[in-house]
Each structure stands twice: as C-alpha cells, then as structure tokens.
C-alpha cells in the first residue's frame, strides 16, 4: 500500500502547434485526499493576467468532492468528480489533473479496467516504474491519443507521463522534478480556507434545469 503522506513536485509541458504552456505542479496525497498547486510558468499562446496563473484544487476520494479553488479573489467551485471528468474531456489521459486526482491505491487497476498494458520499467528519483500504455480521448477533439504512464512501486503514482497523437505528436509530458514519501501533513491542507466564496456547481445546474422547466 502507498504510504499515507506524499508530496509530488513536476513539471509539465503542453504544446499546440506554436503555442507552448510550462507548469509547475506540487501535489500532496494525505489520508486519501489530494491537493495540487498549479503555477503556469511559461505561455507562448496569450498573456494571462496577474494573479491568474495560479490555482488549487483540493480533492477528497471518499467522497468523490472537487474544490477548485483561485487564490486570487478567494473564490472556489465545488463539483462532483463525475461533473469535473466530464467538463475537463473525461477519460483516462484526457485531462492532467483528472490523472492525478486518484486515489493510489486505485491506479493500477484503473488503468488496466481502461485497456492500460504494461510495456517495460524504468527508474525516475530512484523509485522503480512500471511503465502502462494505453489510448485515450483527446479533450474537444474526435482523435484518440497513446497515453504513457510511469508508475511507482508500491507508491502507486505517476513520476512521468507522456500523451501524443497521430496528428500532434507528443503534445504533452509530465515528469517528476522531486519527491517525498511519508512526510507531516496537516489537515487543514485539505480544506478550503476561511473567508472563500464557493460556488456549488452541481446545485448551480440543478436550479438552471429547474428553471427551463417552468
């Protein structure tokens, strides 16, 4: 089993033709909650305002609850996991954060319920992987794409991941710059802070289809 407090720091590279998005992404795995901190670093497609480049998603496995959170004006959306796989493209490798936002000791069959093989091994921080192949929707297109996961023993998450198409190619990796294994995490790491405005989107929806009735 996977120890129970983890902390993942990567880098990932998204590519479009000429456009080009760098981030920076920390995430903390503690008593079957995640947390991840994305901070774009690099956008070669357009400018992004001040503050705008950062986010924080807090998820819980339990319950199956997403918070997106923008630090910036303290503002969070809260869905449902099922909600958020289908806004992001849905599928496995269809988006980044669907990826990490798993439980780790539910990856490896995850990943082969979706038709993922493994195809060999490969050490990345010292941990040994075992690297899963699988194809994948493609997010707002009709392609399917060849996702590569590198899975750590035991630890059961990815320190390196590869997406490509027939037609884009290699369009974007996620590769591992540190990791920590059974550190002190507090709680409140998982919580959304005092003073936030959430939005809950599931109830959002429900009073919008409420009102097309009438």
Not at 106 to 130: A, F, N, P, T
Not at 140 to 155: D, F, M, N, P
């Amino acid at each position: 089993s996977a120890p129970q407090n983890m902390q993942l720091t990567a880098e990932v590279i998204m590519s479009n033709g000429p456009q080009k998005v760098v981030m920076n992404i920390t995430t903390l795995f503690g008593n079957k909650k995640v947390r991840l901190e994305n901070e774009i670093t690099q956008n070669s497609g357009q400018n992004i305002p001040e503050g705008m480049n950062k986010s924080t998603i807090i998820y819980d496995t339990d319950k199956k609850i997403v918070y997106m959170m923008m630090p910036m004006n303290k503002t969070a959306i809260k869905l449902d996991a099922n909600t958020m796989d289908k806004m992001q493209g849905g599928g496995m490798g269809g988006n980044l954060n669907t990826q990490l936002l798993s439980d780790p000791a539910e990856m490896v069959g995850e990943i082969k319920k979706r038709g993922g093989k493994m195809i060999g091994s490969e050490k990345i921080l010292d941990h040994l992987c075992d690297i899963y192949q699988m194809q994948a929707p493609i997010p707002g297109s009709k392609e399917s794409g060849t996702v590569k996961l590198w899975l750590a023993h035991k630890l059961n998450i990815p320190l390196k991941m590869e997406m490509s198409s027939v037609k884009n190619g290699k369009f974007m990796t996620l590769k591992a710059k540190e990791l920590k294994t059974n550190i002190s995490v507090s709680s409140n790491m998982f919580e959304v802070p005092k003073g936030y405005m959430v939005t809950d989107m599931q109830q959002m929806m429900n009073q919008l289809k409420d009102q097309n009735k009438r």
